[in-house]
């Protein structure tokens, strides 16, 4: 902390007021909390026709390939690419800016407009 | 358990009695190996933070791996695997559900966790809360699933021992289960976790190639075809073959069955995030970048071996078939091994055992070191000596501790050997969903949680969590319609407490511990602290004021 600054929480205060960081935030949670009901729907989805739809799920596509093993390996790939569309979107979208809150809240280092 | 699986085998290769040498030899080799490489990383385990978080100097790539190594344990590798060979589809239920869960962990709490947090759980949680209750609880949690988690595996080792080693006796077993305690006590002593975190990283590029190894080779068999693959398995199986290709033939038996798979399957996608052992990884890394980098790589290599169990599961159905693997010492868990036999004979057969068992070794050097941190860092140093401690007196706790873990393991892995415990590993994840994640979450993402609500949630999570498996059938009165004979943990069929229905508590647990956290919260009076939670929000999403990396 450089003298710059008042007492430690009003200085987190001020950055959690600032618009840079309301941006980032606002950000974050429009990404992962759909995302989140996104997949645990599709999940809950899952479970449910493999509970309680066998007859469905046990219809066969091609071969002995099921819709049930279709649907199985479908929870692999929307894994997959969802973790994959996420660290793209932070690394591209999210770091740059927490980088720069982090330094100006450690070092003092001046930000371009926002907090501070 | 009268017959070895030597015997069987040897019936089957006539006289061929090398193997449990030649497992052994090939375990030796790994123990070898990876303590050489424990002594190596223990010259720079000086600080709390050296011992606890490995200095914080791993890369997102090796900490994913060991965190793949931590997360495989035998319960997946051989479990899946034989789930899959005897009931087909609902063995595959099982790794979905323990794969999207890591998404909990990589969207909602790994990073967030890494930038507010030291060493253990408690240290988020009560970040903005009062300490020394909020670390009681998250501690007691902690400690609870460690323990169910541990206990399980060291059971494991027993069965597995008598699989893979030919061991038959409980003498001999009980020795073997003694001498897996001990290594792991001397790994997490000496090594820490920088040590620890090594013997994960052998491990999980071992069971992973391994695998890879066996699932190219069944698939080989069956021309690349997974249908073909498939046909085979139905053959195998005979009459009603079929089924092992549609849901339902575990979890489809009646409508309470299906209510425990609902229940399972809600408390493995909570609960990974939830897991002390799991969390306590995110913290061997310098930044939250490298958290986020270390759960994609584990999200990569746990689907990818989740795939291969796939393949494994339905090749011992198709090539070694349900009965032999029923028949077999250790039942449905000896479905890997044996296929490895069918294909590789005794070499490969040794290198998966060897393989097994050090999965076993690994994790529960895992378990100890977070159950060491969680009591030396959150009970001896903040609850009883009120944080006025010094580090190397908080590490020497947590390295007595480690030895008196080691003890009871290997105490209650002796008592437990034999025993039914395979609902452990679903309570622990049943206790992670209920006690830790709901608290995790709000003291996240929600600015009016307060100490009273955490408290509620994490106390009613567990409380809730252990009453409903006492009073559930996998306690007591839990009987077999065909044989007669016990399935519960109490084997006397005339004993009978179990008033709830449901195998698995989460479906109840989980749901009552986020309601119980929001009436917490609205009951007490306690001021809000808007500017520790402006300091937790700001230092959660930048990573300001984040432990950094040792440098040595």
Redesign the interface.
Known sequence: MTDTFGD???D??R??NGAE?QA??RR?RRF?FP??AF??SW??L???L???A?DF??TKV?????V??LF?LG??VS??V???V??RW??NKQ?AV??R??LH??DGTALDGGAA | MTASLSSLLRAAESEDIGNPALNIAIFGAFVLLTLVIVFRASRNNKTAADYYAAGRSFTGPQNGTAIAGDYLSAASFLGICGAIAINGYDGFLYSIGFLVAWLVALLLVAELLRNTGRFTMADVLSFRLKQRPVRMAAALATLTVVFFYLLAQMAGAGGLVALLLGIDGVAGQGLVIAVVGALMILYVLVGGMKGTTWVQIIKAILLIAGAAVMTIWVLAKFGFNLSDLLQGAIDTAGEGGEALIAPGKQYGVSAMTQLNFLSLALALVLGTAGLPHVLMRFYTVPSAKEARRSVVWAIWLIGIFYLFTLVLGYGAAALVGPEVIKAAPGGVNSAAPLLAFELGGVILLGVISAVAFATILAVVAGLTITAAATFAHDIYASVIKHGEVSPDGEVRVARITVVAIGILAIIGGIFANGQNVAFLVALAFAVAASANLPTILYSLFWKRFNTSGALWSMYGGLISCIVLITFSPVVSGKVDPVTGASLSMIKNTNVDFAVIPLENPGLISIPLAFVLGIVGTYLSKEPPHPEKYAEMEVRSLTGAGSEKATVH
């Open positions: 430690r929480e009003t987190y205060q950055v959690q960081f980032l935030k974050f992962v995302m989140t997949f645990l999940y809950f899952y479970v449910l493999a509970n309680y066998h799920m046990a091609w071969g002995n390939i099921t049930g093993l199985g929870q692999f894994t997959f969802i973790t994959m996420y660290a932070a690394n770091d927490a980088e809150l982090r809240i450690e």
